[in-house]
Every structure is written in structure tokens, then in C-alpha cells.
């Protein structure tokens, strides 16, 4: 006698028609149980409630982290999540790892993270190294996008990893975006941030309508105008290409430069292969080595970036609005981005309040900095200045913006009658000008140098 199929062919047939499920797409949270998540590092309490991750703070637990078990490379994830307080601080690992040993064998997740931060800072979908390099796109580099996270409510958050980049929206407004050659893949986190004191204790986070997708992956849009970090030497993206970006250096030769004085790139003093542009020292004096070197062309409104790194005790600059007719030996003059490692050159202490100090507006301003957006000598830090069409200009120090001013202003004019740049008329407020790159005759190095026209 045959068996009659009838039954699991009408089943077979339903189960086809019925529409695919969030499950189809989320390997991460089922919406009932922690299943495929283990909590790492700290002892924040992690449960679900209706549908939802919430993640509680714990007095003087470290940073604890909610990991999947499973890693995950080029991926798009989209969740919503709520901070009820400003008092506390959470974020979203991306590609990230754990160090058992890690802060004195308490054990330490790293990796990068998007960011999710209540405070009056506003740098909600910044992106944050965690436990490894600190901050890699603070806020502060788009900050018309401060205002689009809000507090006590849920946000939609969306995250893109492919290849070696990392972009972030919040509520559909754009963040972030990060190319970084580390971390291919890693496991998927959900933070709760340390907190010390009684007050910030038992606040919550909550986490739910997790989407993830790790195959047929399509990018969403990115506006041209958001700033792009990108931290693969001397490179631009077809999107910093699109958005007028180009290289002033290619890692390779000294095409677009020469000495200041010269006709010609300096014969000694300077090396520029084995991507950077290599300033040899030379016992410290200015005018002992090769010299400055200007960029052939000139700028009027520009965004410039670049990476510099320094050897102990090291004096250099970035150099702009640089006319080439206030020459003396083998230097130029001009508005210049101080290059100088505080701790162990005495310029830094000369000047007034600070003005001569790194990132500063050498002997006008002073960068307002603090310690922990330095990286250390010896590491790379990245260089930004902006001139805006109206002349407003901005410096910013690995992300962070440090100083402001408005070029041909009355208080820039009365900062420069109380400076050495006073015997020059009409000091810094030429229409246009080159860039420079001092040899101060101390060892530094740069790289990444790159500009986008602001006309």
C-alpha cells in the first residue's frame, strides 16, 4: 500500500507562500533569549525584556560588552537602541576582538565601535577605537549631524562595513565614515559603559530590530560633502575623488613641490620615498638643512589634510597663505599650523598662553586641546586646516577641532600687532598662497597630505 504524501505536500506548499521573517535575516537575536551572545570584560547586566536587549550599568564595573559568538566581515547591521540617560554612554562594536589578558588580565574587548553618546558633546554616530587608538571620527567632523540622535527615544541606527570602510547613519542622517586597513573581520557587540559614581548607576540602554545582512550587500548613498578618514597612506576614495579631493604628495616622488627658496625640490635635507615626506634633522637649526618646501600651486579657500609624526623633541609646520616675498634664509613666513612635541621643545612654553604649542595658530592662537586627543611621539597624528570662502578658518587635531578665527578680522589683526609678525604688512591676509612644509632642523615625517578646493 503507498503512503498518501497529500498532507506534507500541502504543508510544504503553505510553508512556500508564507512571507520570510526578520529571522531570514537576523542571526543575532531572536527577540526571546541571549542565545549566540556571552557577556565579556566588565559585569554590567545584560537581559531581555519585551522584545529587547537592555543593558543596565553596575558601580565601578569596567566597560562590558554583550559579544556575539559568531564573527562577521563585510556586513550591513541595522538596529534601533535608546539611552534613557545622559549619565551613561553606550556604542556598537563592529569587527571588534578580546584580549583576556587585557587591563591587568580583567580581560579587554577592542576594535572599533559606533559610538552612541547622550552628553552636550553630541557625537553620536562618531566612530570610537575601543581600547586600541581612541577616537577616529569624532563629531566634530560633521557636526551638522550632532543634532540627529535623541535621548530617551529610539534611534534607528545603520552600520556598513565593506572592505576597508565603515559608514554610519543615525535616524537616516549620514555620521561617518571610516577607510582603516585593520580588522577584516570580528564579532558584533553591544556596549555599557563603565560608571564610577552612584548616580550613574542602574541607568539603561535597550537594543532591538536588529536586521543583519552579510551577503548582497548594497551601500546606501553617502552624501560627498561628509569628511572622509581615510588611514590608508597617501589614497583617496572614488568618493573623496568625486568630492574634488587630490593627493599633494603620492607617497613615491616630490611631484608639486619645491624648495622655497629653489626653483627646484632641495638637493639635501629632505627624502620623500617610502611614503612620507621625510624631514632629516639637522642639529636643530633652520637654515642648516635642505629648507622649506612650498607646493608649486597656490590656495585660496581649501581643506587641507594631513598626517605628521614626530621624533623626541621635535620642532616643525604647516605653513599656508605663504606669498614667497617674506623669505629669510631658507625659511618663508606665513599662518602656520605649529608641529611640535610639547613635552620636550621649548618653544612651546615661550610665546603668550600657549600660542606656540602643537596644533596652534604659531604665536597668534593657542589650540584648545586636551591630552588625550595627542597621540603619542613616534605615533601619527592627523592635521586639518580649513579656509572657508568667507576666510573663516579652522585647525583640528585628529578629528577634534581646536582652534577657529576669522582671517582680516579686527581680532585677528590686533592678535598680529602683538606678535613677531607685526614688521609684515598686511601679515596672513594675502588672497592666496602656497602651502608649506618646514625644516626647522628637527626630524619629522608626513604623509596623507591631500586638499579639496572650497572656491
Request: with cysteine; proline share 4%; hydrophobic share 35%.
Amino acid at each position: 500500500m503507498k503512503k498518501i504524501l497529500y498532507p506534507a505536500i500541502v504543508l510544504f506548499a503553505a510553508a512556500a507562500l508564507l512571507p520570510a521573517t526578520t529571522h531570514a535575516q537576523n542571526t543575532l537575536f531572536d527577540g526571546k533569549t541571549l542565545k549566540g551572545w556571552k557577556r565579556l570584560a566588565g559585569t554590567a547586566d545584560y537581559k531581555v525584556e519585551d522584545g529587547q536587549i537592555v543593558g543596565t550599568t553596575v558601580l565601578n564595573s569596567g566597560n562590558t560588552f554583550l559579544v556575539t559568538e559568531k564573527e562577521y566581515g563585510d556586513f550591513i547591521l541595522e538596529l534601533d537602541a535608546k539611552i534613557e540617560s545622559t549619565l551613561s554612554n553606550s556604542g556598537v562594536q563592529t569587527r571588534s576582538h578580546y584580549d583576556p589578558a587585557g587591563h591587568e588580565g580583567k580581560g579587554k574587548v577592542y576594535g572599533r565601535q559606533f559610538e552612541i553618546d547622550p552628553s552636550d558633546r553630541k557625537w553620536t554616530g562618531g566612530i570610537y577605537d575601543e581600547g586600541r587608538r581612541d577616537w577616529l571620527y569624532p563629531l566634530d567632523l560633521n557636526a551638522k549631524a550632532k543634532d540627529a540622535f535623541k535621548v530617551g527615544e529610539f534611534n534607528h541606527i545603520r552600520i556598513e562595513c565593506i572592505g576597508n570602510e565603515m559608514k554610519t547613519w543615525i535616524n537616516d542622517v549620514p555620521t561617518a565614515d571610516v577607510v582603516d586597513t585593520v580588522d577584516q573581520k570580528g564579532f558584533i557587540a553591544l556596549q555599557v559603559h563603565a560608571v564610577t559614581e552612584e548616580k550613574q548607576a542602574g541607568k539603561k540602554v535597550y537594543f532591538k530590530n536588529f536586521k543583519l545582512q552579510t551577503t548582497n550587500l548594497k551601500p546606501k548613498p553617502f552624501p560627498k560633502d561628509v569628511y572622509v578618514v581615510n588611514l590608508k597612506p597617501n589614497s583617496i576614495t572614488a568618493t573623496e575623488k568625486a568630492a574634488g579631493w587630490k593627493l599633494l604628495y603620492d607617497g613615491k616622488t616630490n611631484t608639486g613641490w619645491r624648495g622655497a627658496t629653489l626653483k627646484t625640490f632641495p638637493a639635501k635635507g629632505w627624502e620623500y620615498t617610502d611614503g612620507a615626506m621625510h624631514v632629516l634633522p639637522s642639529a636643530g637649526k633652520e637654515e642648516s638643512g635642505g629648507g622649506d618646501i612650498v607646493t608649486n600651486d597656490e590656495y585660496s579657500a581649501f581643506d587641507l589634510s594631513f598626517e605628521f609624526k614626530l621624533t623626541p623633541g621635535a620642532n616643525s609646520g604647516v605653513k599656508y597663505f605663504v606669498t614667497l616675498k617674506e623669505v629669510t634664509g631658507g625659511s618663508a613666513i606665513g599662518l602656520e599650523y605649529q608641529v611640535l612635541d610639547d613635552k620636550l621643545h621649548p618653544d612651546a612654553k615661550l610665546g603668550r598662553d600657549g600660542d606656540r604649542t602643537l596644533a596652534s595658530l604659531y604665536d597668534l592662537i593657542k589650540a584648545n586641546k586636551q591630552e588625550r586627543f595627542v597621540h603619542p611621539i613616534g605615533s601619527w597624528n592627523i592635521g586639518r586646516i580649513v579656509v572657508y570662502p568667507n576666510n573663516h578658518v579652522e585647525h583640528y587635531l585628529n578629528g577634534v577641532k581646536v582652534l577657529e578665527y576669522d582671517r582680516g578680522s579686527q581680532a585677528y589683526r590686533d592678535l598680529v600687532a602683538i606678535s613677531k609678525y607685526k614688521v609684515w604688512k598686511n601679515f596672513g591676509e594675502a588672497p592666496e598662497g602656497h602651502l608649506l612644509l618646514q625644516d626647522h632642523g628637527n626630524e619629522a615625517f608626513f604623509r596623507n597630505i591631500k586638499i579639496k578646493n572650497l572656491k
